[in-house]
């Protein structure tokens, strides 16, 4: 998979006592990755993040005892690669998935090419072309096109591919909750968040690639404050207290009592 990178930017508030963000700005390509985890079998998630304590619970200890079994033990027309690294089944075209090592295909099915009424084999699909009808013997490697529900009522031949559409600005909240941006949302966000000032806000922009992906991905399973966690890590969100104050109160703790 070729190196995919795609920007997005942090909004922080730099007024805090140790600055904290807030939120974040996204096009369309990072919400893409983001709704994208959920197409990620078990599998490949398990195979991604069973490295270095990536991942918590059993499914790394069952990973390591599907790797182990012998073949003898497997039943002749089974893979284990099929379990320990599965694809990931795209309903359309490929998505920028910002993972590594994470294959991807797309939904094809096969019939048999002589099928006729007489032996019905029309009735039976693969989605592997190796397949052999079990009426007539004979390889089913004829395409059949597989209509996907939402695509096939689409009129415009120059929509764009993914699942949020483009020339639109995400916010992603740091616990990865994905609403189109607006100015009321703006405005509900900042007086929530207890900014005062516009000029408190400080933006950041990050490019997120693969290795980003992978610790987006393990956060996500892992925390609450995704964002955070991978972005911002070594500025831990602290105390509401601004700056100014903390100043202030340095500075009486400095004067002598008598001109407090």
Do not use: W
Not at 140 to 169: H, L, Q
């Amino acid at each position: 998979m070729a190196t995919t990178k795609v920007s997005l930017k942090l909004i922080i508030h730099k007024k805090c006592r140790r600055r904290r963000l807030l939120f974040a700005e996204a096009d369309k390509e990072f919400v893409d990755f983001l709704y994208s985890i959920f197409t990620l079998p078990v599998g490949a998630v398990t195979r991604l993040l069973k490295e270095g304590g990536g991942m918590v619970g059993c499914l790394p200890s069952l990973y390591r005892s599907i790797e182990n079994m012998g073949v003898a033990y497997i039943q002749p027309d089974k893979d284990k690669r099929f379990l320990l690294q599965p694809n990931v089944v795209m309903p359309g075209a490929k998505l920028p998935l910002l993972l590594p090592n994470v294959g991807s295909t797309f939904r094809q099915l096969y019939r048999c090419p002589y099928s006729c009424n007489s032996s019905n084999c029309s009735s039976y699909v693969a989605d592997d072309n190796s397949t052999i009808c079990p009426l007539c013997n004979k390889k089913m490697d004829r395409i059949v096109t597989f209509i996907d529900p939402p695509r096939a009522i689409r009129a415009s031949p120059n929509s764009e591919e993914g699942y949020v559409k483009p020339m639109v600005t995400y916010l992603v909240m740091d616990d990865m909750e994905v609403k189109p941006s607006s100015f009321s949302l703006l405005a509900t966000l900042l007086t929530k968040f207890n900014v005062k000032d516009i000029g408190d806000i400080e933006e950041k922009v990050v490019d997120v690639g693969m290795d980003e992906g992978v610790q987006l991905l393990k956060a996500s399973l892992q925390s609450k404050t995704v964002l955070t966690d991978v972005f911002f890590l070594a500025e831990p969100i602290g105390s509401e207290e601004s700056i100014e104050d903390e100043e202030l109160r340095g500075y009486l703790r400095r004067r002598p009592r008598a001109e407090r």
